[in-house]
C-alpha cells in the first residue's frame, strides 16, 4: 500500500524541541521529493521544507530552527524543529512528489506551540 503517516507532534514549550517523523511505505523516499507542508487555522496550507534529490528547501520563517532529513534504509523523512514558536503551531503533513505518480498526501501530525 502506497502511503506517508507521519508522527511526533505534540505540546511543546515556546522554544522548545520536536521531530517529526514520516514513515513511507509503497516507494522509496530516494527516488521522490518530499516535503513537509504545515496548516493553521484559518490559513492556507504552506511549505516548511523540501528535500529533493540532495537539496534542501526551507521556508523563511524556518530556516535556521528547521531541518529536514531523510533515512533511505528506514524510508523516512523527518523534520526536526528546534526554537519552537507560537506561530509555528500548526498541522504538519508530509507529502511526496515522485515522477509520473499522483501525489501523496499523509494524515498529518498537530504541533502545539503553547506555555
Known amino acids: 500500500q502506497v502511503q506517508l503517516v507521519e508522527s511526533g507532534g505534540g505540546l511543546v514549550q515556546p522554544g522548545g524541541s520536536l521531530k517529526l517523523s514520516c514513515q513511507a511505505s509503497?516507494?522509496?523516499?530516494?527516488?521522490?521529493?518530499m516535503i513537509w507542508y504545515r496548516q493553521a487555522p484559518g490559513k492556507e496550507r504552506e511549505v516548511v521544507a523540501s528535500?529533493?534529490?540532495?537539496?534542501?528547501y526551507y521556508a523563511d520563517s524556518v530556516t535556521g530552527r528547521f531541518a529536514i532529513s531523510r533515512d533511505n534504509s528506514k524510508n523516512m523523512v523527518y523534520l526536526r524543529m528546534n526554537s519552537l514558536k507560537p506561530e509555528d503551531t500548526a498541522m504538519y503533513y508530509c507529502?511526496?512528489?515522485?515522477?509520473?505518480?499522483?501525489?501523496?498526501w499523509g494524515q498529518g501530525t498537530q504541533v502545539t506551540v503553547s506555555s
Open positions: 507529502h511526496a512528489r515522485r515522477p509520473d505518480q499522483p501525489f501523496l
Open positions: 509503497g516507494f522509496a523516499v530516494r527516488n521522490a521529493t
Open positions: 528535500f529533493g534529490g540532495r537539496t534542501a
